[in-house]
């Protein structure tokens, strides 16, 4: 029996694009039918929000919980290199697109997007409010996560463990079976209302360069982290990069780099990080690594609020990338989680994250969140080599020195 072909969710997302764009531009169909698709988008961004500290839980506790001896000092490590690294590269990509933005956000399209239109409601609203705010969900996380994994160390706390493994599979399974399937949708709601009001073609003439200059700014940051790496480990900084390949393609087809941990694994293992540090950064840095995703986060903001003459400052930005490199501990889950996690600290910045350009944040990301997420795991595996080599050249021998220490010879 031949097996049924499946179009990728990538495709899916383009053809949602072009058919939003082409049914909100035909006036005869009568505005109660396109305000359906509407409706759903703000249901699914109402149930995403709702799903977001569920996934912080899910993913961060069990990441965590799986580490063993010496779980403190490797775990602030990463946590250092993978925040220092996302905070970087939010700053990067914010001086960048402050300075080089303005050259084609034109008056006249600004003009434009600002003039008074009339966007589509809701046929209705649902109330769903997150059990746990996002800022909430991550400390609660690192604090069952850290003691779970010290519980297990003195042989305890596998009934704990086993719960938030079982949750973190549960979450999964959402994901995959109603998050991913309704992402289509989704975008096609937002941009049968963006075409509806006619500023989708002024957004979509803006934001292609963009794109441009955000893929960019990653490939040259995964080669500058593959650098720092092979200078630290001695190792070929160009064999490093061949070896990540297969990471960086499976998460063009994935989005997820939850998804793409086995194949990261592999890449590690190509790279000659030993097995237990790879089990554990690789999975770990999957959470909090987000070089990638916060380069397109910031690059899209800082366009958004060219666009629509919005202030733009460092002193209101850099607040607001310090938090989302916090913040988008969530992101692995699903495509766009970083975004969505995002949202609640959108106002930062002056922006309704329920509101239209919080909507436009979501769909603008959401079309090229596959990038995003190849960046962040290449990251990892450069994380990884760094940490191996911090294992193997102190931590691993003051164990080693320790062991061997003679008793006290009794007098």
């Given at each position: 029996?031949?097996?049924?072909?499946?179009?990728?969710?990538?495709?899916?997302l383009?053809?949602?694009i072009?058919?939003?764009?082409?049914?909100?531009?035909?006036?005869?169909?009568?505005?109660?039918?396109?305000?359906?698709?509407?409706?759903?988008?703000?249901l699914?961004?109402?149930?995403?929000s709702?799903?977001i500290?569920?996934?912080?839980?899910?993913?961060?506790?069990?990441?965590?919980?799986?580490?063993?001896?010496?779980a403190?000092?490797?775990?602030?490590?990463?946590?250092?290199?993978?925040?220092?690294?996302?905070?970087?590269?939010?700053?990067?990509?914010?001086?960048?697109?402050?300075?080089?933005?303005?050259?084609?956000?034109?008056?006249?399209i600004?003009?434009?997007?600002?003039?008074?239109?009339?966007?589509?409601?809701?046929?209705?609203?649902f109330?769903?409010?997150?059990?746990?705010?996002?800022?909430?969900?991550?400390?609660?996380?690192?604090?069952?996560?850290?003691?779970?994994?010290?519980?297990?160390?003195?042989?305890?706390?596998?009934?704990?463990?086993?719960?938030?493994?079982?949750?973190s599979?549960?979450?999964?399974?959402?994901?995959?079976?109603?998050?991913?399937?309704?992402?289509?949708?989704?975008?096609?709601?937002?941009f049968?209302?963006?075409?509806?009001?006619?500023?989708?073609?002024a957004?979509?003439?803006?934001?292609w360069?963009v794109?441009?200059?955000?893929?960019?700014?990653?490939?040259?940051?995964?080669?500058?982290?593959?650098l720092?790496?092979?200078?630290?480990?001695?190792?070929?900084?160009?064999?490093?990069?061949?070896?990540?390949?297969?990471?960086?393609?499976?998460a063009?087809g994935?989005?997820?780099?939850a998804?793409t941990?086995?194949v990261?694994?592999?890449?590690?293992?190509?790279?000659?990080?030993?097995?237990?540090?790879?089990?554990?950064?690789?999975?770990?840095?999957?959470?909090?690594?987000?070089?990638?995703?916060?380069?397109t986060?910031?690059?899209?903001v800082?366009?958004?609020?060219?666009?629509?003459?919005?202030?733009?400052?460092?002193?209101?930005?850099?607040?607001?990338?310090?938090?989302?490199?916090?913040?988008?501990?969530?992101?692995?889950?699903?495509?766009?989680?970083a975004v969505?996690?995002a949202?609640p600290?959108?106002?930062?910045?002056?922006?309704d994250?329920?509101?239209?350009?919080?909507?436009l944040?979501?769909?603008l990301?959401?079309?090229?969140?596959?990038?995003?997420?190849?960046?962040?795991?290449?990251?990892?595996?450069?994380?990884?080599?760094?940490?191996d080599?911090?294992?193997?050249?102190?931590?691993?021998?003051?164990?080693?020195?320790?062991?061997?220490?003679?008793?006290e010879?009794?007098?």
């Amino acid at each position: 029996m031949l097996s049924k072909r499946r179009i990728g969710l990538v495709p899916r997302l383009i053809i949602a694009i072009v058919a939003g764009v082409l049914i909100g531009q035909l006036t005869f169909i009568p505005e109660v039918l396109l305000q359906i698709p509407v409706t759903f988008s703000s249901l699914f961004s109402s149930l995403l929000s709702f799903i977001i500290p569920l996934m912080i839980i899910g993913f961060v506790i069990k990441g965590i919980a799986d580490l063993g001896q010496g779980a403190g000092k490797l775990l602030g490590l990463n946590v250092v290199l993978a925040y220092s690294f996302t905070l970087i590269g939010g700053f990067i990509a914010y001086f960048l697109a402050s300075n080089l933005f303005p050259l084609f956000i034109q008056g006249s399209i600004t003009d434009s997007l600002q003039g008074e239109t009339i966007s589509l409601e809701p046929l209705f609203t649902f109330p769903l409010e997150p059990m746990l705010d996002v800022t909430s969900a991550i400390v609660f996380a690192f604090l069952f996560g850290i003691f779970i994994s010290w519980l297990r160390a003195e042989g305890k706390g596998e009934y704990m463990y086993g719960f938030f493994s079982e949750f973190s599979e549960i979450i999964t399974k959402i994901l995959h079976h109603i998050v991913l399937p309704g992402l289509p949708f989704f975008i096609f709601g937002n941009f049968v209302n963006l075409s509806y009001t006619g500023s989708v073609f002024a957004i979509l003439s803006i934001f292609w360069k963009v794109f441009i200059v955000v893929l960019s700014l990653q490939l040259v940051l995964i080669s500058v982290l593959f650098l720092i790496a092979g200078i630290y480990t001695g190792k070929n900084p160009i064999q490093l990069l061949k070896n990540q390949i297969p990471g960086y393609f499976t998460a063009l087809g994935t989005q997820s780099s939850a998804a793409t941990i086995p194949v990261n694994l592999e890449c590690a293992k190509n790279n000659g990080v030993s097995k237990e540090i790879r089990e554990f950064v690789i999975p770990l840095s999957a959470t909090i690594h987000l070089t990638g995703s916060i380069v397109t986060i910031t690059s899209c903001v800082t366009a958004v609020l060219l666009m629509y003459d919005m202030p733009y400052g460092f002193g209101i930005m850099s607040g607001f990338i310090a938090t989302l490199g916090v913040a988008m501990v969530a992101a692995p889950g699903a495509p766009g989680g970083a975004v969505m996690s995002a949202l609640p600290f959108l106002p930062m910045i002056g922006i309704d994250p329920t509101g239209m350009l919080g909507n436009l944040l979501i769909t603008l990301y959401l079309t090229q969140d596959s990038f995003g997420t190849a960046a962040n795991v290449s990251g990892d595996n450069a994380i990884a080599l760094i940490i191996d080599k911090v294992y193997t050249k102190y931590i691993l021998k003051e164990w080693t020195s320790y062991a061997e220490v003679p008793e006290e010879t009794p007098l």
